[in-house]
């Protein structure tokens, strides 16, 4: 079977895992950020480029992380109100 690249990036980054018998989080850095691995992913995008000064990579992996993190938290939020889930209640 033969995939093109859509298909490989839709399968990829579509994959939303739901686990039933958990509740959602809502102590420690979830108090505060919904999607804290997100933000540390953002951040270490962003910092490790500049750390070689290497401002228009930075920049360019940056927005383009920005738009697939801000694809993938939407399919989450589908994926969490299709399953009934209160984990988007905070």
Known sequence: MILSAED????????VLLLFDFDAIHSGTYRF???????VVALETALLPL???????AAIFSVANAALL??????????LVKSGSNALSL
């Open 8 to 15: 490989s990036m839709k399968r990829l980054l579509e994959c």
């Open 33 to 39: 950020l919904r999607h804290p691995n997100y933000v």
């Open 51 to 57: 750390a070689f000064s290497l401002t228009v990579f």
């Open 70 to 79: 801000f694809w993938r938290i939407r399919i989450e939020g589908r994926a």
